[in-house]
């Protein structure tokens, strides 16, 4: 099992392109997540997806969408890239929206944005 | 909404020091609580965590926790740190009367020197 994968690993922007990023997962779970992490800011949610054909906001939703193309499958785009983007992101499934479940973290993409 | 705070941004320490990164939550209800470990160029994974029972938990590679819930507080420990402990940790939270889905600390870098 692959877990969860993420695609591209790096990559540079400039202000005002667009990018979608992807993730996959294998583990036949319900819910998937997207969060950015930046520093001494820690991990905060951007979007997710409780269960194949639902999206909702997180924290800071703002310059983001989202798709959830599949149940393995939830991609993350940028309509138009601002400096302020610059981030790491992680995609994380689990089983269902749980309190009680444990989230599997895919390994990030590191984005610039100039 | 439940919050967490991680007191401690870096520490670091030498090989066998002992290690506790402090943890607080701010939530009236009951929680969940969860450690994960972000190790250098990889992603984050499960460290230990706490849903109910024996407040003492205990947790992969010789890390255990704490739930002292009188102090909101859920601090991480470990007797005898190894350089292969250097990593950023991150606290989380998630309860079933707030949000399911956890809110992060912001985390800790933890470097050990050999």
């Known amino acids: 099992n692959a877990g969860v994968t993420q695609t591209p690993k790096f990559q540079v922007l400039k202000t005002g392109q667009s990018m979608t990023l992807q993730c996959a997962q294998d583990m036949n779970h319900n819910s998937m997540y997207w969060y950015r992490q930046d520093p001494g800011m820690g991990l905060r949610l951007i979007y997710y997806?409780?269960?194949?054909?639902?999206?909702d906001k997180g924290e800071v939703p703002n310059g983001y969408n989202v798709s959830r193309l599949n149940k393995r499958e939830f991609s993350l785009r940028l309509e138009s890239a601002a400096p302020s983007q610059t981030s790491v992101y992680f995609c994380?499934?689990?089983?269902?929206?749980?309190?009680?479940?444990?989230?599997?973290f895919g390994p990030g993409t590191r984005l610039t944005v100039l | 909404a439940q919050s967490v705070s991680q007191h401690n941004h870096h520490v670091i320490l030498s090989e066998a020091a002992s290690l506790e990164l402090g943890c607080n939550y701010s939530?009236?209800?009951?929680?969940?609580l969860f450690w994960y470990v972000q190790y250098p160029g990889q992603h984050l994974q499960l460290l230990l965590k706490?849903?109910?029972?024996?407040?003492l938990v205990k947790g992969i590679k010789g890390f255990e926790a704490e739930f002292i819930k009188s102090k909101f507080s859920f601090n991480l420990r470990k007797p005898s740190v190894q350089w292969s402990d250097t990593a950023e940790y991150f606290c989380a939270v998630s309860s079933s009367g707030g949000s399911y889905i956890p809110t992060f600390g912001r985390g800790t870098s933890l470097i050990v020197h050999p």
């Open positions: 706490y849903f109910s029972g024996d407040p």
């Open positions: 994380a499934s689990s089983l269902t929206v749980s309190p009680y479940n444990e989230q599997f």
């Open positions: 939530y009236g209800g009951t929680v969940n």
């Open positions: 997806s409780a269960s194949e054909g639902t999206t």
